[in-house]
């Protein structure tokens, strides 16, 4: 059966099309300026007082084999230290914040190394003596390699600075970050891998 009402809905000519495609670019345009105005979360990182630390990263793949020397002299590689958790740390004495984040890693190692943990802090680029120096001046006790071929830089396919890696004691990376990091953040990310 047919309905002899006149139909509700209509055309839209082209003067009742305008104020539509002004209304639709106008909400685009306001999208757009929120997305480029508005402050973007930090995934990766966590302010704290003016310092923005780096947050741990789950990933799982093995450790490179990284030989180097240490501070003496001696060859020197990861899996010297297999069967204890590992965080490398790949900094350079030139760099603010590796600098600003050696005195929590040293108070984390003091605390933390009667449990099978290490750190293993690489220095990229500097001469031995220089990087000697830096470890004696910030009474660094975890071991220190110098590393001025950039070899673990490259290890990890990772040239920011500082970045870190935990490995675990089946030689495994299980975090990753890049940035310095806070105490707290170690206890939460670092410590369980030293109770499993």
Same mark, same amino acid.
């Given at each position: 059966?047919?309905?002899?009402?006149?139909s509700?809905?209509k055309?839209?000519?082209?003067? @009742?099309a305008l104020?539509?495609?002004?209304?639709?670019?106008?909400?685009i345009?306001?999208?757009?300026?929120?997305l480029?105005?508005?402050p973007?979360? @930090?995934?990766?990182?966590q302010k704290?007082?003016?310092t923005?630390?780096?947050?741990?990263?789950?990933?799982?793949?093995?450790?490179?084999e $990284?030989?180097?020397?240490?501070?003496?002299?001696?060859?020197?590689?990861?899996s010297?230290?297999?069967?204890?958790?590992i965080?490398?740390n790949?900094?350079?004495?030139?760099?603010?914040?590796?600098?600003?984040e050696?005195p929590?890693l040293?108070g984390?190692y003091?605390d933390h190394?009667s449990?099978?943990?290490? $750190? $293993?802090?690489?220095e990229a680029?500097?001469?031995p003596?220089?990087?000697?120096?830096?470890?004696?001046q910030y009474?660094?006790?975890?071991?220190?390699?110098?590393?001025p071929?950039l070899?673990?830089?490259?290890?990890?396919?990772?040239?920011a600075?500082?970045s870190?890696?935990?490995i675990?004691?089946?030689?495994q990376v299980?975090?990753a970050?890049?940035?310095? $990091?806070?105490?707290?953040?170690?206890?939460?990310?670092?410590?369980?891998?030293l109770?499993?």
């Amino acid at each position: 059966m047919k309905s002899s009402a006149p139909s509700a809905r209509k055309q839209a000519g082209p003067g @009742q099309a305008l104020p539509l495609v002004l209304i639709g670019s106008g909400l685009i345009l306001i999208g757009i300026m929120a997305l480029v105005l508005l402050p973007k979360p @930090q995934a990766t990182a966590q302010k704290s007082s003016s310092t923005v630390y780096a947050i741990p990263v789950a990933v799982s793949f093995p450790a490179p084999e $990284i030989r180097l020397s240490d501070l003496q002299g001696q060859s020197v590689t990861l899996s010297d230290h297999g069967g204890k958790v590992i965080l490398v740390n790949n900094w350079a004495t030139w760099c603010p914040p590796c600098k600003a984040e050696m005195p929590t890693l040293e108070g984390y190692y003091q605390d933390h190394q009667s449990q099978g943990f290490t $750190i $293993i802090a690489i220095e990229a680029g500097e001469p031995p003596e220089e990087v000697a120096e830096f470890a004696r001046q910030y009474g660094l006790t975890f071991p220190v390699w110098p590393d001025p071929g950039l070899r673990a830089l490259a290890s990890f396919r990772n040239d920011a600075l500082p970045s870190s890696y935990v490995i675990d004691r089946d030689g495994q990376v299980r975090l990753a970050w890049s940035g310095p $990091i806070s105490r707290e953040l170690l206890e939460k990310f670092v410590t369980p891998l030293l109770e499993e």
